[in-house]
């Protein structure tokens, strides 16, 4: 795999993102940024270059993704907005073709299925919790899976139980069939994220990780 110094990222001041962009900046990697504000971030780093907009805008994303080696993604859905992540993977795709970029890194909850799955009946039940709650943006997130199931893109997606804000840092457990725990700390999911980004372990697949 290529050397990756300069990441685009998406979702990074979320409550998963912001422990991700923390780890990035620890370990040098220059960092493009999304945000829709950017006049309401206090970022004082040289390593970080903030490109405003969304991720809907195909020509944000197209902005944020030159001159990047990988991109990487913590995004969740805005609140009373139409659902975002099928349009966002699409545009993403489309920009990553366009600049050569082959490795994509991305999150997702238990309730996207694979064909590898093997959920336990607590992960099926979450699922269908999700299911009948939030329906539409369950539906898209399966969408986005699709998408990136279909593309000839370097992908993972990392599915997640609940995301503890925490900077701990432990062993977590990783499984392609099925979810071990309830919790992730978010600084292990920003760790596992950027080992991914030199490894092809999980190269088009998408593990479940969980704390130990």
């Not at 990441?7 to 923390?22: D, F, N, P, R, S």
């Not at 220059?30 to 006049?39: A, D, S, T």
């Not at 996207?112 to 009946?121: I, L, Q, R």
Request: aromatic share 6%; charged share 25%; net charge neutral.
């Amino acid at each position: 795999m290529k050397p990756i110094h300069t990441v685009a990222l998406i979702g990074g001041t979320g409550k998963a993102g912001k422990y991700l962009l923390k780890q990035l900046l620890l370990q040098n990697f220059r960092v493009k940024l999304l945000h829709r504000k950017p006049e309401t971030l206090r970022l004082n780093n040289p390593l970080i270059e903030v490109i405003k907009g969304d991720a809907r805008d195909h020509h944000a994303i197209d902005m944020l993704l030159k001159g990047c080696d990988a991109v990487l993604s913590c995004l969740s859905q805005p609140v009373g907005e139409p659902t975002i992540f099928s349009d966002a993977a699409r545009n993403i795709l489309q920009a990553m073709g366009k600049h050569k970029i082959s490795r994509y890194i991305t999150t997702a909850g238990l309730n996207v299925d694979t064909p590898t799955d093997k959920k336990s009946a607590t992960t099926q039940f979450g699922t269908k919790w999700m299911y009948e709650n939030f329906p539409l943006t369950t539906k898209d997130r399966q969408v986005e899976y699709e998408l990136l199931a279909e593309s000839d893109t370097d992908w993972t997606m990392v599915r997640l139980p609940l995301i503890e804000q925490t900077d701990r840092i432990s062993e977590v457990n990783v499984s392609l069939t099925d979810c071990s725990g309830n919790n992730i700390s978010a600084t292990n999911l920003a760790l596992f994220m950027i080992a991914q980004l030199t490894s092809e372990d999980f190269a088009r697949q998408a593990p479940f990780i969980a704390d130990k």
